[in-house]
């Protein structure tokens, strides 16, 4: 089957989930009218609304174009990705629980083993595109060893880690993959546009 339906329900789940965040963030009450009072009320809201923002914005970007490479799915390419949504609906719970918090322990470990869940459900998702008949060889190649997928997880588990002993500090490390993530995949770049190349 083609991946059309797919991208479309990605594309319409990672929206809702977007707006399902910003919804959760708080607006400084009557008389409150002042950058300061913004920044005293929704600091720590915005600040991990914009991390997980980030981190929707990364995983929709590898989506796309890692559904560019492959033409065509099976079923079990469905129920992966089916995985990797599920992971990712959880963001705003996880956001605004921290937020709540204000970074407290138990927040910000869930919010790291959400990261975590969803990095090993996306690699998921890659593994079994990389064994679809029509175009998983090419997106073999062009993965290659995918370093930057293989050195995230242990990152998460650092920032998950170090939460147990600093909340703050256990932010840092998801700070670091969503940095290393939002340059995109060189290697894929070059893949469409030589098949642009060729396909003109």
């Given amino acids: 089957m083609n991946t059309g339906r797919l991208e479309a329900f990605s594309d319409g789940v990672l929206a809702i989930i977007i ?16 950058l300061s009072d913004l920044w005293h009320t929704s600091r720590v809201g915005l600040l ?5 923002f980030v981190y929707i914005g990364i995983y929709w970007n590898n ?3 890692m559904f560019q490479i492959v033409d065509y ?13 599920f992971w990712l609906s959880l963001y ?27 990095a090993v459900a996306y690699y998921v998702l890659q593994q079994r595109m990389m064994r679809v008949p029509d175009g998983g060889d090419r997106l073999r190649e062009v993965v290659g060893d995918d370093l930057k997928g293989k050195l995230s997880p242990v990152i998460y588990l650092l920032g998950i880690l170090l939460a147990f002993l600093e909340p703050w500090l256990g932010l840092v490390p998801f700070v670091v ?5 939002l340059v995109p995949d060189r290697r894929v770049e070059r893949y469409l546009a030589e098949r642009r190349r060729l396909a003109d």
Avoid: Q, R
């Avoid at 707006?19 to 002042?34: A, F, I």
């Avoid at 799915?73 to 949504?85: F, P, Q, R, Y």
């Fill in 92 to 118: 705003p719970f996880t956001t605004a629980w921290l937020d709540e918090s204000n970074v407290a322990v138990t927040p910000t470990v869930v919010y790291g083993v959400n990261l975590l869940a969803a």
């Fill in 177 to 181: 993959v969503a940095l290393i993530w």
């Fill in 48 to 52: 991990t609304y914009v991390l997980s």
């Fill in 63 to 65: 989506h796309h174009h």
């Fill in 73 to 85: 799915v099976d079923g079990s390419v469905l129920w992966a990705n089916l995985h990797l949504l």
């Fill in 19 to 34: 707006t399902v965040m910003v919804l959760e963030l708080k607006v400084p009450g009557p008389g409150h009218d002042h």
